[in-house]
């Protein structure tokens, strides 16, 4: 199964965050979306980096007193790792397992089109492995 796939049945909404917003601000947004990451853009729309709860996390346990002063830039990662439309969900899982990451956004020509977690990932993987036994059980008890 490819990303393109996941995203038809998710959607392709991001949530996303300027390098300025506070991190109380972004913080809110994460509790209220429900999610664990938001992709930080630039002006133009680009991606300039993203931000999960471990980075929030990260900043609390550096220096807790400060916490409230800092922006999404203090503490965002800026090398983002990608995925494209066409990549398929086994290099996904291995690349999020590799590089110890849960959210990969969908850039393709410097557009972002969607995001995928761990989470997506899993379930379609878990959608793939079942149909593929249900297959083989039809094919066992099918009469020849």
Not at 91 to 120: C, F, N, Q
């Amino acid at each position: 199964m490819q990303v393109e796939n996941i995203l038809k049945t998710k959607g392709n909404r991001v949530v996303t965050a300027t390098a300025e917003t506070t991190l109380r601000s972004a913080a809110t947004v994460l509790k209220t979306e429900r999610i664990g990451a938001m992709v930080v853009v630039g002006r133009d729309g680009e991606v300039v980096g993203i931000m999960s709860e471990r980075d929030i996390a990260h900043a609390l346990a550096g220096d807790a007193q400060s916490v409230g002063d800092m922006t999404v830039a203090d503490v965002m990662t800026r090398a983002v790792l990608s995925c494209t439309r066409g990549d398929h969900i086994d290099d996904l899982m291995r690349l999020m397992t590799t590089r110890r990451v849960r959210h990969l956004p969908v850039i393709e020509g410097g557009a972002l089109l969607g995001m995928i977690s761990i989470g997506d990932v899993v379930k379609a993987r878990l959608a793939e492995l079942e149909s593929e036994t249900e297959t083989l059980r039809e094919y066992i008890v099918s009469p020849r």
